[in-house]
C-alpha cells in the first residue's frame, strides 16, 4: 500500500514536500517513483529514485528544482518540490517499481503499485 502526502494550495515560486508512505512489501528492494497527471493530459513521469537512494532521474522540466529522496527504516519516499510554476499543477502520485533490483528509464509500465494521489494547486 501507498499512501501520499503533503499536496496543498501554493503561489508560484513557493515550496511543497510530498511524501509517501510504503507497507505491505519490503520497500528496501524497489525503485520508487513519483508521477502526476493533470486535467485532460496522460500520466506524467516526475522522478524516481533506485532501491538504496543512490540514484536519482527526473524528467526536464523538472530537474534543479525538485528532489526525490526515501528513507528505507521508515519506509518513505519524498518529493522536495522548489520554485514551483503553475504547469506543476497536478495530482502527484507515488509508485513502485514492478520487480525488485530494477532500475526505472521512467515508463509507467514499469510500476506496479500506485498510490491514490494528492493534488498540487499552484496559483500565478
Known amino acids: 500500500q501507498l499512501v501520499e502526502s503533503g499536496g496543498g494550495f501554493v503561489q508560484a515560486g513557493g515550496s511543497l514536500r510530498l511524501s509517501c508512505a510504503a507497507s505491505?512489501?519490503?520497500?528496501?528492494?524497489?525503485?520508487m517513483g513519483w508521477f502526476r497527471q493533470a486535467p485532460g493530459e496522460a500520466r506524467e513521469f516526475v522522478a524516481t529514485?533506485?532501491?538504496?537512494?543512490?540514484?536519482?532521474s527526473y524528467t526536464d522540466s523538472v530537474k534543479g528544482r525538485f528532489t526525490i529522496s526515501r528513507d528505507n527504516a521508515k519506509k518513505m519516499v519524498y518529493l522536495q518540490m522548489n520554485s514551483l510554476k503553475p504547469e506543476d499543477t497536478a495530482i502527484y502520485y507515488c509508485a513502485r517499481a514492478r520487480f525488485q533490483y530494477v532500475r526505472s528509464s521512467g515508463s509507467a509500465s514499469d510500476f506496479s503499485s500506485w498510490g491514490q494521489g494528492t493534488q498540487v494547486t499552484v496559483s500565478s
Open positions: 529514485v533506485t532501491w538504496g537512494g543512490g540514484e536519482t
Open positions: 505491505g512489501f519490503t520497500f528496501r528492494f524497489y525503485t
